[in-house]
T-cell receptor, first 112, second 111 residues
Framework: NAGVTQTPKFRVLKTGQSMTLLCAQD?????MYWYRQDPGMGLRLIHY???????AKGEVPDGYNVSRLKKQNFLLGLESAAPSQTSVYFC???????????FGQGTRLTVV | RKEVEQDPGPFNVPEGATVAFNCTYS??????FFWYRQDCRKEPKLLMS???SGNEDGRFTAQLNRASQYISLLIRDSKLSDSATYLC????????????FGKGTTLSVSS
């Protein structure tokens, strides 16, 4: 079972470049989330979606955009990468808002 | 104030010790509570849900105190394999809300 798959797993970007992180889940979950994790800061919610075609801002949305065109996919975009966006990004999905969330393996992004 | 706050770590304990972590939450509308475990450089995984009546899973016991808005996790007879970061997670039952994570507490169990 694939569960939640993130692509890519590692990436190095130059300041100002753009990229899209892809999250795919095969569990037919309604909710999907993007978090970033930095040392000493824990997991912080960037954006989330409660269903196909919907998105909402989390705690730290600035500099990111998201789309949920298909139920199984949740895309996180960085239009103009900054060194402050160097982080580990985790995608997760859940059946509902108060059920267990399953995480992808993370994407380690470095912006130089 | 952060929505979810946890004991600062790290907790360094010997094998066999009992260790307890506390977590407080600020939103009184929070309805669902969880403990997740995260190993170094890995993704978080659900350890256990926390129910109003408290629940136990082997060496792990979770308690909820709604009046004081805190959650606890007790680990008995610590094993080396329990070394990890433990994340407290809360969510409200309001439509369209997301899971909110605490910063985590790091546990290191030594022989």
């Amino acid at each position: 079972n694939a569960g939640v798959t993130q692509t890519p797993k590692f990436r190095v970007l130059k300041t100002g470049q753009s990229m899209t992180l892809l999250c795919a889940q095969d569990m037919n979950h309604e909710y999907m989330y993007w978090y970033r994790q930095d040392p000493g800061m824990g997991l912080r919610l960037i954006h989330y979606s409660v269903g196909e075609g919907t998105t909402a801002k989390g705690e730290v949305p600035d500099g990111y955009n998201v789309s949920r065109l298909k139920k199984q996919n949740f895309l996180l975009g960085l239009e103009s990468a900054a060194p402050s966006q160097t982080s580990v990004y985790f995608c997760a999905s859940s059946r509902g808002g108060r059920t267990e969330a399953f995480f992808g393996q993370g994407t380690r992004l470095t912006v130089v | 104030r952060k929505e979810v706050e946890q004991d600062p770590g790290p907790f360094n304990v010997p094998e066999g010790a009992t260790v307890a972590f506390n977590c407080t939450y600020s939103n009184s509308a929070s309805q669902s509570f969880f403990w997740y475990r995260q190993d170094c450089r890995k993704e978080p995984k659900l350890l256990m849900s926390v129910y109003s009546s408290g629940n136990e899973d082997g060496r792990f016991t979770a308690q909820l105190n709604r009046a004081s808005q805190y959650i606890s996790l007790l680990i008995r007879d610590s094993k080396l394999s329990d070394s990890a970061t433990y994340l407290c997670v809360v969510t409200t039952n309001q439509a369209g809300t997301a899971l909110i994570f605490g910063k985590g507490t790091t546990l290191s169990v030594s022989s």
